[in-house]
């Protein structure tokens, strides 16, 4: 019998899809189950869009360029000058989502054997997309008890060795909606100059600040012109997940030839949804206004509802939609399975992450779960009610 490689062997299951096939169960027996795993929000994808792409004039739907629509960079071109990022359309390639653009950028800046270092805990496909690429990942350990600020800095540079070749965050982040100050993103910054770093940036979750804050982009930082790599999608910020669009942005022009060799290898981003993303360009100025207030609502009702449950801790995420709490249980993987397999309240049960896929340090986060707060207000509750009676049974 064929075997099949150790790259596969090795490449981790998603811990935000893994209990899937025991939700779609709990379904089956006529349970409703409360999707807190996943960022897929229920905010309607704005209807201009969505008619920007159905009143297309397409008589043919061909390939697109490999660095997508010139028209759609030249619009993203005007996004980021509103968000105080200034590049030029030669300098973007569309990618198949974000997700595209963090493996791009993984592929043309390490060989197999090099390392990334990356705050824990983090996005659990950083994991899966540098085991895809033969690189190890050196996680460096933030906390709970403050919120997962960025770890000192000390901590970086203790991890950097001869293989360092990239740090990355996610910045707002995901999954601990931690949202980096100038502070920490310019300590970030001096050591990615000093041990002369790429610095790779997520900022899918760009437009979610909150209690005032304002995002920092790492390509707004002054001296990374060729060591900033952004990636970005247009999934969240505009409640357009299955479009499958995001962004690979760096002013370095060497890195972007190499990406674009892997970008004509799978020869174009998807045609529709770049004219979505071109439409959205255009939205009103004020349609986040709306969604923001909106998802602070959703995170001051999920934060509130946790720490009231006995023996539950959630810190206050200042962005994105996620938030980590830590709960009293030995093993949040064995209870997440039994919240669909075992447990309803009143016809329904809540579907949660287990932390324990978000860190590549083993053992750690095996008490925490992420919320996705992607649900409305009274679905929240819901959950949380669900959640509230199933620790009560679940320790009794």
């Given at each position: 019998m064929p075997v099949i490689s150790h790259r596969g062997a090795h490449m981790p299951p998603s811990p935000i899809r893994k209990l899937v096939p025991y939700a779609d169960a709990a379904k089956q027996r006529g349970i409703q189950v409360y999707h807190l795993n996943i960022g897929q929000p229920d905010i309607e994808t704005p209807k201009a869009i969505l008619d920007a792409v159905r009143h297309a004039d397409i008589?043919?739907?061909?390939?697109?360029?490999?660095?997508?629509?010139?028209?759609?960079?030249?619009?993203?071109?005007?996004?980021?000058?509103?968000?105080?990022?200034?590049?030029?359309?030669?300098?973007?390639?569309?990618?198949?989502?974000?997700?595209?653009?963090?493996?791009?950028?993984?592929?043309?800046?390490?060989?197999?054997?090099?390392?990334?270092?990356?705050?824990?805990?983090?996005?659990?496909?950083?994991?899966?997309?540098?085991?895809?690429?033969?690189?190890?990942?050196?996680?460096?350990?933030s906390q709970i008890e403050n919120g997962f600020a960025l770890p000192p800095i000390e901590a970086f540079e203790q991890a950097v060795t001869t293989r360092t070749k990239a740090i990355l965050i996610c910045n707002p982040n995901n999954p601990t909606g931690y949202l980096y100050s100038r502070e920490e993103l310019e300590l970030l910054r001096a050591i990615c100059l000093k041990h002369d770093l790429f610095l790779f940036s997520d900022e899918a979750y760009r437009e979610f600040c909150y209690d005032?804050?304002?995002?920092?982009?790492?390509?707004?930082?002054?001296?990374?012109?060729?060591?900033?790599?952004?990636?970005?999608?247009?999934?969240?910020?505009?409640?357009?997940?299955?479009?499958?669009?995001?962004?690979?942005?760096?002013?370095?022009?060497?890195?972007?030839?190499?990406?674009?060799k892997f970008a004509q290898a799978r020869l174009s981003p998807p045609s529709f949804a770049q004219i979505l993303g071109e439409a959205a360009v255009d939205l009103p100025a004020d349609y986040f206004d709306a969604v923001h207030a909106e998802y602070t609502a959703r995170r001051d009702v999920l934060v509130q509802r946790l720490n009231a449950i006995p023996g539950v801790f959630c810190p206050n995420p200042g962005g994105a939609f996620y938030a980590m709490a830590k709960l009293p249980v030995r093993d949040s993987e064995a209870f997440c399975q039994w919240l669909l397999e075992e447990f309803s309240h009143e016809g329904s049960t809540v579907m949660m992450a287990p932390a324990g896929g978000f860190y590549a340090s083993a053992g750690k986060g095996r008490d925490e779960v992420r919320l996705a707060y992607v649900l409305n207000e009274a679905s929240i509750h819901h959950a949380m009610d669900c959640l509230e009676a199933a620790l009560k049974v679940y320790k009794s």
């Open positions: 008589q043919v739907l061909e390939y697109s360029h490999s660095a997508g629509f010139e028209s759609y960079r030249r619009k993203l071109v005007e996004y980021y000058s509103r968000n105080g990022i200034a590049i030029n359309h030669n300098q973007i390639i569309v990618t198949t989502g974000g997700s595209e653009a963090i493996a791009f950028g993984i592929q043309s800046c390490l060989d197999p054997g090099d390392e990334i270092i990356i705050p824990e805990p983090f996005y659990a496909n950083y994991n899966g997309f540098s085991t895809a690429a033969g690189v190890r990942v050196v996680p460096i350990p005032g804050r304002r995002h920092i982009s790492a390509l707004s930082l002054d001296g990374l012109e060729e060591h900033a790599i952004l990636m970005d999608t247009i999934s969240k910020r505009y409640s357009a997940c299955g479009g499958r669009i995001g962004a690979f942005v760096t002013r370095n022009q060497q890195v972007l030839d190499t990406a674009m």
